[in-house]
């Protein structure tokens, strides 16, 4: 069975930091693309970013484009969103998502297996 289980979340402060994790059970991990998608109480779920599955190209919404890395360390089967600067319209919980079709897609639709997710509060 597919497990994502995301960590790293937490309350800070306007223009801190925060870097997620999600740990991936997944034996081919490498071969899948990996996504972040956050959502906010009362609003729909949206594509944060996402990470392909061989040559490590990268998209982000244009919103945190400038604040937020993706990354990934297949060894570990781990998925990274480093986030700075970050602003109170970045709370939200934050899903990992894995898509056995490794390419990029900022759709919901695309991936096939979701982590709970884990809050990120900012205050101001």
């Known amino acids: 069975q597919v497990q994502l289980v995301e960590s790293g979340g937490g309350l800070v402060q306007a223009g801190g930091s925060l870097r997620l994790s999600c740990a991936a059970s997944i034996r081919t991990f490498s071969v899948y693309a990996m996504g972040w998608f956050r959502q906010a109480p009362g609003k729909e779920r949206e594509f944060v970013a996402a990470?392909?599955?061989?040559?490590?190209?990268?998209y982000y919404r244009d919103s945190v484009k400038s604040r937020f890395t993706i990354s990934r360390d297949n060894a570990k089967t781990t998925v990274f969103l480093q986030m700075n600067s970050l602003k109170p319209e970045d709370t939200a919980v934050y899903l990992c998502?894995?898509?056995?079709?490794?390419?990029?897609?900022?759709?919901?639709?695309?991936?096939?297996?979701w982590g709970q997710g884990t809050q990120v509060t900012v205050s101001s």
């Open positions: 998502a894995a898509a056995v079709r490794g390419g990029i897609s900022t759709s919901i639709s695309h991936y096939d297996y």
């Open positions: 990470i392909s599955f061989s040559d490590g190209r990268t």
